[in-house]
């Protein structure tokens, strides 16, 4: 298992060739899984190369660990033999459903916070964590909708889940806030609930805001609240390694290495106001 520390990116194929030819100063890689979980051609032989200069961590879009459907074993095996080959940091997915009735729906659909919910996804992580032989990493989604079954807030769903299963979490920051506008809470709520010591990794990214709604894009750059609430969370609990989301609009390296500059700027400045070298 590879040891990542400091600020990452995610690997596109927009940007395949800057990281062989130019290899910028970046600490460490995040790859979409699904998109490696091939028999063969350029996204493995890509992967391969970069991976000998960069570390990597998975992140994946289909596991669907919410669904009722029965845990596809296929994609699992796939999943542990890509493991294998990147041995990365660590391997994350989603707090969600993708689908049922075997039928991908290609999203990213949210859980109904409830006891019954909770007790279903611990079950099945377990399981998942059995099977890969490490820690699963899970990340919280945006929302739009909420659910009138719903018999707690998110974040203590998500705290109860990392708790009681034993997994990691992935904060997303972005998708915090995206979640407090749509349905009008305080993000700063959010972050105050999250268990520190579960706390894997942060994704940052970009959304479109639509006035009184916004929406989980990856294609727009981070915006200040964001950057503000990402300041909050680690004066909240502590460094946390962290990375950008871009998957839509996708800009020159160039554009992202200086975002990112943006992000460790920030941390850089928590961290020594706390005394703690990041």
Excluded at 205 to 221: K, L, Q, S, V
Aim: glycine residues 6%; hydrophobic residues 40%.
């Amino acid at each position: 298992m590879t040891k990542i520390d400091g600020f990452g990116l995610g690997l596109r194929p927009d940007h395949y060739h800057d990281f062989l030819e130019t290899r910028p100063r970046i600490d460490w890689l995040e790859i979409i899984s699904e998109n490696y979980m091939v028999p063969g051609g350029k996204p493995l032989y890509f992967l391969d190369k970069i991976r000998r200069d960069y570390p990597m961590v998975m992140h994946g879009v289909s596991m669907s660990i919410g669904s009722t459907d029965p845990l596809d074993m296929n994609y699992l095996r796939e999943l542990k033999a890509l493991i294998q080959r990147v041995q990365p940091g660590w391997v994350s997915d989603h707090i969600c459903w993708t689908g049922v009735d075997h039928a991908n729906l290609h999203d990213l659909l949210p859980m109904p916070n409830t006891e019954a919910a909770l007790q279903h996804l611990v079950e099945r992580v377990q399981r998942v964590q059995d099977f890969l032989g490490r820690q699963l990493v899970l990340e919280n989604a945006s929302t739009y909708v909420a659910f009138t079954a719903d018999e707690m807030p998110e974040w203590e769903f998500v705290a109860a889940l990392a708790k009681r299963s034993g997994c990691g979490i992935l904060l997303d920051v972005n998708n915090v806030h995206v979640s407090a506008v749509n349905h009008g809470f305080d993000a700063r709520r959010y972050i105050d609930a999250m268990p520190a010591e579960h706390i894997v990794q942060i994704h940052m990214a970009g959304h479109e805001d639509h006035g009184d709604y916004i929406i989980d894009t990856h294609d727009h750059p981070i915006t200040p609240a964001v950057f503000e609430l990402y300041r909050y969370a680690l004066e909240r609990l502590g460094w946390i390694p962290t990375m950008i989301e871009r998957d839509d609009n996708i800009p020159p390296l160039a554009e992202l290495l200086t975002e990112l500059e943006q992000i460790r700027h920030i941390a850089d400045n928590v961290m020594h106001q706390q005394g703690i070298v990041a």
